[in-house]
């Protein structure tokens, strides 16, 4: 079984990796990322941490056009020693957290169609690279994402791969930050979302509860609908610090700990106003 797994050091038989072809995208895309760039930006504005605000601007992407792969791959080089691989969606988990330990994340080359502006399935080049890549400009995160890939190749050793999930979901996905001018997005499900955007940090209904990792790894979450719970960081080497240790004693408590629903609030939560 062992042997079957990807190590951060082996390679696959295939990456899934393929061109980004940024030649061959038509007028009518490029429109499509402007308006996505312009709506979210200016929602991002006093919404999203300084960290996500500065890592954009350093990647290079701007509202004219859906952004050249490799040249923000060297602005990105050069920052945290991340690229971008291009892939054509979804890539299978270990080839996934495979390319994340070796600092390669997979964005998708395709952009959606005009009637797929508020709500997405699979994931599109707006939403990995907006969403995803501004983050890795920032080096404790992009450790991190380094750490979370290694991580994950030795999850699905050890059959935990569904605890794991839920830490990216709950961090990389939908994560908030408290700062001192309160809470901030960081998660790239919620920046790259006009509805989320808004929602996470505005709503009286969801909660927001300080992050605990044990807590996060316990709780479900919802694919098709706005989240219920968000989980807020203090700084991003909390996260990074939270996670390095060795997870295997942690999948063993919580295979004795019952799965919560979305919704559930505990005592021991520390509930954000
Ligand atoms: N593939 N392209 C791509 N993007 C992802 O975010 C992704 C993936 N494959 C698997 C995967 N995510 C999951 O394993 C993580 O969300 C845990
Ligand atoms: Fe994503």
Redesign the pocket.
Known sequence: MDGTILTPDSRPAED?VIGQWWERYGAAEHAIWRALFERQSALLRGRACMEFLDGLAATGAAADGIPDFERASDLLDKATGWRIAA?A?????D???WHLANRRF???NWIRAPEQMDYLEE?DVFH?FFG?VPMLMNPVFADYMRAYGQG?LKALRQGA?PY??RL??YT??FGLIRGGDGLRIYGSGIASSRAESVYCLESPEPNRIAFDLLRVMQTDYRIDDLQAVYFAIDDFQQLFDATRPDFTPYYVALRERPDLAPEAVLPSDILIP
Not at 89 to 93: F, N, S, T, Y
């Open positions: 899934f892939v969606g979804l890539v299978p988990d080839v996934f957290f997979p964005v998708t994931p990995d995803h994950g791969l794991l999930a990216y979901w990389v996905e």
